[in-house]
């Protein structure tokens, strides 16, 4: 059975009302939570690719790219759990795992359920709640895996228009 339901969340992804890439983030991490998430997408075979600029370099080693000079440019990686969803990690900092998922290809209760199955995945593998904010809406997540309970649920209720 479905963690959520597609009529219960839709309005969180809608493109009209939340813009098109929700910030998503595990706060109070470490080099070495972002390390499993790398170990977790090698393990999970899943599609990667990751760049810097316009190179595509190999996978980096978290500590090697987040101790990387201040100046520097920030590689990005992406990953598709599916052919039909795409998830973009920025090693921003070592204290919060951040990425982006677009909206357009999350449409649909079969794609929802990938899309939590990417959230609870990461959240199982470093016992940490994963958030999903509105894009620009920093710090009140709608969504998320608690790891607590081990399932992604609703943190807010969808606003009526």
């Not at 595509?56 to 440019?73: F, G, H, N």
């Not at 209760?109 to 990938?114: N, Y």
Request: aromatic share 8%; proline share 6%; with cysteine.
């Amino acid at each position: 059975m479905a963690e959520l339901l597609w009529d219960d969340v839709k309005r969180f992804f809608d493109l009209d009302l939340t813009g098109s890439l929700p910030d998503v983030r595990v706060p109070n991490t470490s080099v070495e939570d972002w390390q499993a998430v790398l170990d977790l997408v090698a393990e999970r075979g899943w599609k990667c690719q990751c760049s810097e600029g316009e190179a595509v370099i190999p996978v980096p080693r978290a500590e090697d790219v987040l101790s990387r000079p201040a100046d520097a440019e920030c590689p990005d990686l992406r990953v598709w759990p599916t052919a039909d969803v795409l998830a973009i990690f920025r090693f921003h900092a070592d204290d919060e795992i951040d990425f982006d998922v677009d909206l357009r290809e999350l449409q649909g209760q079969e794609r929802l359920d990938v899309f939590c199955g990417l959230l609870r995945e990461i959240g199982r593998r470093l016992g940490k709640p994963v958030l999903m904010d509105a894009e620009g809406d920093y710090g009140h997540p709608v969504l998320g895996f608690d790891a607590e309970s081990d399932r992604v649920v609703l943190l807010a209720a969808p606003q009526v228009r």
